[in-house]
């Protein structure tokens, strides 16, 4: 199968690509560097030529409203044109658990924008949402930074492996358009100040972690059932402690 990857360099595209490689796929990476602007559109026509699916897990180059409702847009207009134009027959789009219940946030915001449009375009489609990658714990830590102290709320999360993620990209582009949104979670809930704490605590950072039920979540209040995924999600299989060994050992 011909499967162009948009954001093939990023943290999941470039396992998806590993791993669709590995299945003997035909990937393109439609990236600056083969020529792609997805925000211009300048050379994704050029890229679609023959494509049976374009994938597309591009993320913003910045967290503010204003920057990720023009990236998001004007990339999945564009992204959506071109394989439309060219007959792809599934357009698989990675979006994020509990967008909608994020709404306090300009960039879930605009990820919910991003979905309206995969929705209501001429492809025939396929929307993942997952939860929050183990992979994305630096800018939480980042986020929730309070002087010496990292102030987070307590709500249950279910964070997954970034290769899980892929893996679950690269079965449903095995699989017909589903017309419809599928979830994907790691196999087990955690506070996130819990989870946070067990992190820094397996690289050696003492700065302390404070529950804080009033503490934002990227600017936007969280709840025990904001982040975690619906009654009937595909679940990841790599536990947190068998992640947090492969990522030690890669820092190593």
């Known amino acids: 199968m011909k499967v162009v990857v948009a954001g093939g360099t990023g943290v999941v595209g470039s396992r998806l690509v ?3 490689r590995r299945r003997n796929h035909n990937v393109r990476i439609a990236s600056r560097a083969s020529g792609v602007d ?3 559109g300048q050379g994704l026509e050029e890229i679609m030529v023959g494509a049976d699916i374009v994938v597309d897990v591009l993320n913003a180059p910045a967290f503010d409203e204003a920057t990720a409702m023009a990236f998001f847009e004007a990339s999945s207009r564009n992204i959506l044109a071109a394989a439309a134009a060219e007959g792809v027959r599934h357009h698989l789009a990675l979006s994020i658990v509990g967008c909608e219940r994020l709404q306090g946030s300009g960039y879930f915001r605009a990820k919910l924008a991003q979905e309206k449009l995969v929705q209501a375009g001429a492809v025939p489609f396929s929307i993942l949402r997952s939860t929050q990658f183990f992979e994305f714990l630096g800018a939480i830590i980042a986020d929730g930074l309070d002087g010496e102290t990292v102030r987070l709320n307590p709500a249950r999360v279910q964070f997954i492996a970034a290769d899980d993620v ?3 990209l690269a079965d449903l582009v095995e699989r017909s358009p589903v017309n419809g949104t599928i979830e994907v979670a790691g196999p087990h809930p955690f506070r996130l ?4 704490q ?5 690289r050696r950072d003492g700065r302390a972690v404070v529950a804080d039920p009033q503490a934002l979540y990227f600017g936007t209040p969280l709840s025990d059932e904001t982040l975690l995924s619906g009654g009937t999600p595909r679940f990841g299989h790599t536990e947190f402690d068998l992640w947090l060994r492969r990522a ?5």
């Open 198 to 202: 067990r992190y820094m605590a397996s």
């Open 248 to 252: 030690s050992t890669a820092a190593a």
């Open 193 to 196: 100040d819990d989870l946070v």
């Open 38 to 40: 997805v925000v211009t």
């Open 18 to 20: 590993d791993v669709l």
């Open 166 to 168: 892929a893996g679950a």
